[in-house]
């Protein structure tokens, strides 16, 4: 080969070329995510800056301001009609507006709103060395029991980097269940993954238990974030494409334009059920469904308690949301190829949650296996593939995140002189010692149990009328069965508040400032009046349940 050829190969590659288009992004519809990303990145300027007796209180007004802000952010866009009539994909078509994703981004802001209550509550226990002390360790990097530890503890420190961290979360929360192509769901998965791996570890009693919860879920999640990439992958491979539209459009094989490249993969089923599979089953892993959950009792039970009501609830929205998306917008076409799989994982996940939960006899790990039964029923609805399948879903996580935020509230406020007293046999005659407290969480967990007046009951309620109605009579049979057995163990624990007697080394209940009184009084609220009068929000979560693709 020549010098002249080479060098006209580099003189030809070198042509100056068309202008590339700057992005065209709709920032008053991205609004609500913006506005926690913002404020998380002030929290961390924050921490950077603000003198350290006052960032406790910085941090819990700017998180706390911040979520209100992104709510009020939601509901403007609903009422402008972004749920319904103007619903449309923005971004460049990385995240769809639209009603399933408003509800539950306003969902995940309200629970999150809640949580954060408890993550600043500084009341429960006693004062050390002056200082008034949270559930997060006091330095974060330092070694369990060193010297260190216990002259940060001396110090007065707290971590308040919580705050950022959480809302950091709660960012990438919000673009899950909205991202409309796989790259944006990677994306934000991680977002919200990490800052999760990071508070589990942050527990400031029985922290060798939190760090090895925070090890345990780091490990499996990163598992699962492989398989969710190599599953997009196969997907791409199989689609040429990551938009959710796209890969929809091939699956059907409505697509208008097919180039060769395209043609080559479209007729290998292999990619797309395979890559398929791998997606749903890093979604399954979030959703903490058999058998995926191996995870949620040891990180429920090792991370301080108001994170794991923080990821109990939030997370679960979020990760359902882009499951809903998933196989409603993107893989329709393969409905008869994922339907029975799906049905098989809320059979054993509905039956599995259920039975193990009896043998548990930690009130955190009891309260885990009862989240993977709940997860069970919610995919009772995500099979049903109707329109009211949709709606039911979106109701039972909107009744479900603050049930679930409220009675780890609860958990939080039983003590003993090693922390929270977690152990059941702690918790025997509760009720006498402390009526309020134990009648709050009885009425949590009925509406855990699914008991008519409480918001359980109706979400349970319009999941399995779905499924019924979508030709899943079975799933609903098993659903009741799993139901029955779940009330047993719910039942069980009133039974032991109320009808033993109190030892008399028993925990006390600690009395909370109105930050956990408000968590508690809101997660009640929510459960009587959805149980009471759930028609509004049943119409409201039947508006919102149309994708928008």
Not at 158 to 187: C, H, K, R, S, Y
Not at 379 to 396: E, H, K, N, Q, R
Not at 488 to 495: K, T
Not at 523 to 533: P, R, S
Request: hydrophobic fraction near 55%.
């Amino acid at each position: 080969m020549s010098t002249t050829a080479v060098h006209s190969l580099w003189t030809t590659a070198a042509q100056p070329l068309d202008k590339i288009p700057a992005p065209h992004i709709e920032y008053a519809q991205l609004a609500p995510t913006l506005i926690v990303v913002g404020a998380a990145v002030l929290g961390v300027l924050v921490e950077a800056f603000v003198p350290r007796r006052s960032r406790h209180y910085t941090q819990v007004f700017l998180a706390v301001v911040a979520l209100a802000a992104a709510f009020a952010a939601v509901v403007g866009l609903a009422a402008g009609g972004y749920g319904t009539t103007k619903a449309h994909i923005a971004a460049m078509g990385a995240i769809a507006v639209d009603g399933p994703a408003l509800f539950l981004q306003g969902t995940i802001l309200l629970a999150s709103l809640v949580a954060i209550f408890t993550f600043a509550e500084r009341r429960l226990d006693p004062a050390t060395h002056g200082n008034r002390i949270d559930s997060f360790a006091a330095q974060a990097g330092s070694v369990p029991g060193s010297d260190s530890e216990k002259a940060a503890v001396k110090a007065g420190f707290t971590t308040t980097e919580v705050f950022p961290l959480a809302l950091f979360a709660v960012a990438g929360m919000l673009v899950f269940p909205a991202a409309n192509d796989l790259l944006t769901l990677f994306v934000a998965l991680e977002v919200f993954s990490l800052p999760l791996y990071l508070l589990c570890a942050l527990a400031r009693r029985k922290r060798l238990m939190s760090q090895e919860a925070a090890v345990k879920y780091f490990l499996l999640g990163s598992f699962s974030s492989a398989f969710l990439l190599f599953g997009i992958a196969m997907l791409y491979g199989y689609a040429g494409s990551v938009s959710y539209a796209r890969i929809a459009d091939v699956v059907d094989g409505t697509v208008k334009t097919i180039d060769p490249a395209l043609a080559g993969t479209m007729g290998n089923d292999a990619l797309l059920l395979i890559g398929g599979a791998l997606i749903l089953m890093g979604l399954l892993f979030k959703v903490g469904a058999v058998p995926f959950h191996m995870w949620t009792p040891d990180v429920y039970q090792g991370a301080p308690t108001p994170v794991t009501g923080f990821m109990a609830a939030a997370t679960k929205v979020a990760a359902f949301g882009a499951l809903l998306r998933l196989l409603y917008v993107v893989l329709p076409g393969l409905r008869w190829d994922w339907r029975p799989v799906m049905w098989a994982i809320a059979i054993v996940t509905m039956l599995g949650g259920a039975i193990v939960a009896i043998t548990q006899t930690d009130i955190k790990r009891l309260l885990a296996y009862s989240s993977i039964a709940h997860a069970g029923f919610i995919l009772a609805g995500v099979i049903a593939v109707t329109p009211t399948g949709v709606s039911s879903v979106l109701f039972y996580l909107a009744a479900y995140s603050f049930v679930t935020i409220g009675a780890f509230a609860v958990v939080t406020l039983v003590r003993d002189a090693g922390g929270e007293a977690t152990h059941l046999s702690k918790w025997a005659g509760l009720g006498r010692r402390s009526p309020l407290v134990a009648a709050v969480f009885a009425v949590f967990l009925l509406a855990f149990a699914g008991i008519p007046l409480t918001s359980g009951f109706s979400g349970k309620f319009a999941v399995f009328r779905a499924a019924a109605e979508g030709g899943a009579g079975a799933l609903v049979v098993v659903g009741v069965i799993s139901s029955a057995i779940a009330a047993f163990f719910y039942i069980r624990v009133i039974v032991l508040m109320f009808f033993s007697e109190p030892t008399p080394e028993g925990p006390t209940v600690a009395v909370p400032s109105p930050l956990t009184m408000t968590t508690i009084a809101v997660g009640v609220a929510v459960t009587l009046v959805l149980g009471v009068a759930p028609q509004y929000f049943l119409d409201l979560a039947g508006q919102a349940s149309v994708f928008v693709r």
